[in-house]
């Protein structure tokens, strides 16, 4: 038996290290033991060694990406199930391709997991303020990850809060910043991190100007965010004053969030964005490929909502790309109106499906989904604040007025929106696909032109 000791439980280059070694020597993956320890690594420990494993070899890419992902797990058989994929790969190296294999599936959802861990960090982790005299201050907070994901995701935050001075704790592993060098040490309890100051107060005050409390749902609040974050989190403690505060609230709401962002729109929308790709508000996020989020200048003056993401836009990560996105392309391009210059995103922002056979036929979300998907779209519209917005079908109109309504009721009448703006309903682009009347079809896309017409004078007039 041989023993591959890691530095750490990311150690992903020791694992690679070894794993080459291994795998030179012709190891077989049940004979090697994995282990996390100080000791060094000592291969061949129980054997002969074998004769220096000489030559080197390449693995794809893409293999080399999803192990460093699937390696900071908290499965313990991740080391192995690694191995493993790397010995086969060597003999088959399009094995990655191959979705229906169990142990490339195994690995993906490993990932996967990880991948949402380093999300659900970017989107949760708070700092406060440590206050230290003649010191430059500190901002320190706390997290609770599920998996070895503090190192990986360490870059990220650098970038984020490079001006800054900070910590992030966890019971693992807690990793610092000084405004120029990364450094890590071991894990701390919860105690170690301060409870409250100013910091907290402005996230607060920003957390409050977004809210929308005609939108909450206390008892549905445990399912849209996860509940081991509540108590890490500012927002919760702030659901009751602000629901008793509702009426008053509404009216300023958007003119304070924008004001207490400064203005800097692009910035905050890169950062929303990015805090979407770990969504996990609803169950649609299992399934889907990925978050797709809107696109478009944050000045846009029109914006358009669809009801979610198709098979193409999930796969693409972009929204209106399929065939639903053609027909929009040419009717909006029919309209006058450019691209480049609009908003454009769903109400849902994860491609509910069910599968049938290899293909994956849209489902229609529900209404809790679209519920839960609201606090993106919220704040996508802060952070936009488009004076024309077109409702593509019944599902966005539901996102966009809180209510469900009939097209044909509500079509060619401005409704008026909680934060002042317009709202066009018309029918989605894949209605038109789906008549199987030619004549009608074309009548009812000329009308769908002529509502994306009327949208793009109305946007023009807040020029
Ligand atoms: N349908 C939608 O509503 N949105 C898309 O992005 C694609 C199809």
């Known amino acids: ?81 690694l191995y493993t994929l790397l010995t086969r790969i060597r ?35 708070r700092f406060r303020e440590i206050a230290v005299d003649g010191a430059e201050p500190r901002y320190v907070a706390w997290f609770e990850p599920d998996n070895h994901i503090v190192r990986a995701n360490a870059d990220f935050f650098a970038r984020r809060f490079t001006t800054m001075h900070w910590s992030i704790l966890t019971p693992e592993l807690s990793v610092h910043w000084d405004g120029d060098t990364l450094a890590f040490t071991p894990g701390a309890h919860r105690a170690d991190a301060p409870d409250g100051d100013p910091l907290e107060e402005t996230w607060k005050t920003y957390y409050a100007a977004i809210f929308n409390p005609a939108r909450v749902k206390v008892g549905a609040m445990t ?17 009751p004053e602000l629901l008793a505060s509702a009426q008053k609230r509404e009216s300023g709401m958007i003119a304070a969030a924008h004001a207490d962002i400064g203005g800097n729109a692009r910035v905050s929308w890169e950062a929303l964005r990015e805090e979407s790709g770990g969504c996990t508000r609803c169950p649609l996020y299992g399934p889907a490929t990925q978050t797709v989020f809107g696109e478009g200048p944050t000045d846009a003056r029109l914006m358009f ?27 909006i391009t029919a309209a006058g109106i450019d691209r480049a210059r609009v908003y454009v995103t769903n109400a849902v922002k994860h491609f509910k499906f069910e599968p049938r056979g290899k293909r994956r036929i849209h489902a229609k979300p529900a209404g809790p989904e679209i519920d839960a998907c609201r606090w993106w779209l919220d704040q996508e519209r802060v952070l936009v604040r488009p004076p024309v917005t077109v409702a593509l079908g019944a599902t966005a109109a539901r996102a966009l007025l809180g209510r469900v309504v009939t097209i044909s009721k509500s079509r060619g009448t401005a409704i008026t929106l909680p934060d002042g703006g317009e709202c066009w309903v018309t029918v989605h682009p894949s209605y038109l696909l789906r008549l199987p009347d030619r004549v009608q079809a074309e009548e009812e896309y000329a009308r769908f032109v002529e509502d994306l017409t009327t949208a793009r004078n109305r946007a023009e007039a807040f020029a």
């Open 91 to 125: 003999a088959q190296p399009k094995l990655l391709d191959d979705q229906a294999d169990p142990l490339v599936r195994r690995i993906e959802h490993l990932a996967k997991d990880v991948r949402r861990d380093m999300h659900k960090m970017r989107a949760f982790v």
């Open 1 to 81: 038996m041989h023993v591959a000791t890691l530095a750490s439980e990311d150690d992903f280059d020791g694992w690679r290290t070894a794993a080459r070694t291994l795998a030179l020597a012709g190891v077989a993956p049940d004979a090697v033991v994995w282990q996390v320890g100080d000791q060094p690594a000592d291969l061949f420990a129980d054997q002969p060694a074998p004769d220096a494993p000489s030559g080197a070899f390449s693995v794809p890419r893409p293999f080399v990406d999803l192990a460093r992902r699937a390696l900071c797990h908290r499965d313990p058989e991740r080391f192995a199930l």
């Open 305 to 331: 909502v669809g009801e979610q993401p198709g098979d193409q836009e999930d796969i693409a990560g972009r929204p209106f790309v399929g065939p639903a996105g053609q027909v929009f392309d040419r009717a």
């Open 223 to 239: 399912k849209e965010m996860p509940r081991k974050y509540w108590k890490n989190m500012l927002e919760t403690a702030l659901v």
